[in-house]
């Protein structure tokens, strides 16, 4: 069974703002071997969990009034 668009809209939301803690603390993230990435994926969930779940509540609505955009501008170009 489908669980709703919200639940959609909340994992989005983490994963951006899990996004931009990397971004600020680890910023050469990407560059890194996969073990070390998950060593930081660790690290990151511990100590910066309840960062990451305040800046994810905070961004669920804009997430999805992107979302909505997009695909209102995909019905759009699909109309015409």
Known sequence: PSR??????????AK????KVLDKFYPNYKEMAVAQRVKIDQIVAQKYGGM?????????????????????????????
């Open 16 to 19: 951006l703002a899990k996004q």
């Open 52 to 80: 990451i779940n305040k800046i994810a509540m905070k961004s669920v609505k804009v997430v999805k009034k992107k979302e909505i955009e997009k695909v209102r501008t995909a019905r759009d170009k699909s109309d015409a």
């Open 4 to 13: 709703g668009l919200g639940d959609v809209y909340k994992r989005q939301a």
